[in-house]
């Protein structure tokens, strides 16, 4: 089956098997909208809880849920008013809007395209001879601009406040910092976490659930002191990663590096610890999901990808349909975030951190005499105030002069030195507030979603006829087990088949119970969603003078055993936690041929 045919295939399945499909079909749809089915919203939520699990729960992280609507003086100061664009280009003749970048790249062998200004992007649609992919008009010659991509609305009715649907989740964690800061004891390092919608006005939408315009992240912020706080990579030093670094993304004969965490640090593959070890904590918790490992790989950012505040970032990238997708971001935010908002808003983003030992330091003072200054300068004297504090702590020197002189607003304003009142003083110091650095692991749950599906789609034949089926983990498949009573009028048999579902779902497996056609038809149909186990209740379980039992077939392989009932929530915990595997079960209870 070709590329295309399996993202078709896997389309087709979404939409039939309830995974997800197209939001607002009655009414013509709406391009970058999906809406979950049932087998969908439960994988989703599932992947969800996953992450929790490992990267808040494990962690020891803090979890917190913001509003999606945020004021526009957030935006001001995250830089997304002036810096959040994509590249558009319209075609002229059917007025449609494309994203220039992608045009490019789906047309030539560049795979940054995103780099590139909007003059260079229409150069190159030009040089590329590149159409309208809607009516195939040439672009050449269409100017290429900058594309806000959020979504703007009003708070409240009358002149209302202006504000904006959240572009990423990270910035409900900024905004809410002096609070959070309180519950982690002003303590660092700490890790916040949060689960949620963002939103995106994409130019184009495409690939399904891929390219969105609203969508779920998973996002940790984590605060440290870049100076005390080192990261320990004791516990994933020796996991193995597939890395492409920028230096071989650049080179002609470039190529993967395979390479421990550990030594990847080490050799300044990558350059920050903690990256490091997000890295290697997110490549086993893909592995466990079920993210196919030899179709992932962790790629670097080049230089112009990164936003300015970023020192280093990588991309966690699976293979679907032929192409990487981006499935996660990690990022050294420096403390670009924490400082912007400390700088527009009305709170204090510092963390105060106490000295091992007080520290007896000398400090250049000034206590302006505001008795001269408030008849000399009116409304600005208490900026001439803070001016002077300023310039006290960044040029003590300043002061030995007669006069010094100061940029307030803009304006400059001359001040007799001893109205100033300069000093030095000695004091004693127990700490120091600090802005927190930033390292982001941002993970795109919708994203994973989709890969997990694409990695998991099989098909085989079994008894001579043709299966498709979704080998999905077991700690993420929507439904852990399904319950099937052989037949429907044996005494006995109903009953111990609800029975056998109803301790199922008191120990908390999500089961579904089918009694409707042939058992192998039964089979077919779990397969296709992804359930990993079947229980089969038949008359032979229930003959003889012993325990009931039951058959257990495992979904990829076919293959089915009879254990006791009372055995079975046991194993299915085992199976579902990856404590145990199936030939495990296979090798201490009755194989049966099917």
């Known amino acids: 089956m070709s590329e295309g045919d399996e993202s078709a295939a896997l389309t087709e399945l979404a939409k039939r098997r309830g995974f997800f499909f197209g939001s607002s079909e009655a009414y013509g749809g709406v391009g970058g909208f999906y809406t979950y089915g049932p087998q969908g919203a439960a994988l989703k939520s599932n992947v969800e809880e996953a992450w929790r699990e490992r990267f808040a729960v494990q962690e020891g992280n803090l979890e917190i849920e913001a509003p999606t609507i945020?004021?526009?003086?957030?935006?001001?100061?995250?830089?997304?008013?002036?810096?959040?664009?994509?590249?558009?280009?319209?075609?002229?003749?059917?007025?449609?809007?494309?994203?220039?970048?992608?045009?490019?790249?789906?047309?030539?062998?560049?795979?940054?395209?995103?780099?590139?200004?909007?003059?260079?992007?229409a150069e190159k649609i030009a040089d590329l001879g590149l159409v309208c992919p809607t009516c195939g008009a040439d672009l050449a010659g269409q100017s290429v601009e900058d594309f806000n991509l959020m979504f703007e609305t009003n708070i409240g009715p009358g002149s209302s406040t202006p504000g904006y649907l959240r572009p990423e989740t990270a910035q409900g964690i900024f905004v809410e910092f002096p609070r959070i800061k309180e519950y982690a004891r002003n303590s660092l390092p700490f890790g916040v976490t949060q689960v949620g919608r963002a939103y995106r006005n994409e130019i184009s939408p495409r690939k399904s659930i891929v390219r969105t315009r609203e969508f779920t992240q998973a996002e940790l912020e984590h605060f440290i002191d870049p100076e005390r706080d080192e990261a320990d990579l004791s516990a994933v030093e020796d996991v193995e990663v597939l890395l492409y670094p920028a230096t071989e993304q650049e080179a002609d004969d470039g190529d993967y590096v395979e390479t421990t965490i550990g030594e990847a640090v080490d050799d300044g593959i990558i350059g920050n610890a903690w990256l490091g070890y997000f890295l290697g904590i997110a490549q086993e918790w893909y592995e466990t999901v079920g993210v196919d490992m030899d179709r992932f790989r962790f790629r670097q950012h080049l230089a112009g990808e990164r936003a300015h505040y970023s020192s280093d970032c990588w991309d966690a990238e699976s293979e679907v349909d032929g192409d990487w997708i981006e499935i996660a971001g990690f990022s050294y935010r420096s403390d670009y975030d924490l400082s912007k908002h400390g700088e527009y808003g009305d709170d204090d983003f510092t963390v105060f951190q106490q000295y091992d030992e007080p520290k007896t330091v000398e400090r250049a003072v000034v206590d302006p005499d505001m008795a001269?200054?408030?008849?000399?300068?009116?409304a600005q004297a208490a900026d001439v105030a803070e001016a002077l504090e300023t310039l006290a702590e960044r040029d003590p020197d300043a002061f030995d002069a007669d006069e010094v002189t100061l940029d307030v607003d803009g304006e400059e304003i001359t001040v007799d030195t001893d109205v100033a009142n300069f000093a030095v003083e000695t004091q004693t110091e127990a700490g120091e507030h600090i802005t927190p650095h930033v390292v982001e692991p941002s993970f795109g749950i919708d994203r994973t979603v989709y890969t997990l599906l694409a990695h998991a789609?099989?098909?085989?034949?079994?008894?001579?006829?043709?299966?498709?089926?979704?080998?999905?983990?077991?700690?993420?498949a929507p439904t852990n087990v399904?319950?099937?009573?052989?037949?429907?009028?044996?005494?006995?048999?109903?009953d111990l088949a609800d029975d056998v579902a109803e301790e199922l779902r008191a120990a908390g497996f999500a089961v579904v119970y089918d009694?409707?056609?042939?058992?192998?038809?039964?089979?077919?149909?779990?397969?296709?969603?992804?359930?990993?186990?079947?229980?089969?209740?038949?008359?032979?379980?229930?003959?003889?003078?012993?325990?009931?039992?039951v058959t257990i077939r495992e979904r990829d392989s076919g293959k089915q055993v009879r254990l006791p009932v009372d055995d079975l929530v046991g194993t299915l915990v085992g199976l579902r936690a990856g404590t145990a595997s199936f030939d495990d079960v296979l090798d201490d209870n009755e194989v049966v041929e099917a």
């Open 70 to 121: 945020m004021p526009e003086p957030v935006f001001e100061a995250s830089g997304h008013l002036d810096g959040f664009d994509d590249m558009l280009v319209e075609c002229a003749e059917c007025g449609e809007s494309h994203r220039a970048d992608h045009l490019i790249e789906d047309n030539s062998e560049l795979e940054d395209a995103e780099t590139l200004s909007p003059e260079a992007a």
């Open 372 to 378: 001269t200054l408030g008849p000399e300068f009116g």
């Open 457 to 476: 789609y099989e098909t085989d034949e079994v008894d001579g006829e043709a299966r498709s089926y979704l080998s999905l983990s077991p700690s993420v």
């Open 482 to 494: 399904g319950v099937f009573p052989l037949v429907s009028n044996v005494d006995g048999l109903v």
């Open 515 to 549: 009694d409707s056609g042939s058992i192998g038809r039964r089979y077919r149909r779990q397969d296709e969603v992804g359930t990993p186990f079947c229980i089969t209740i038949d008359r032979d379980g229930l003959e003889g003078d012993g325990a009931d039992t």
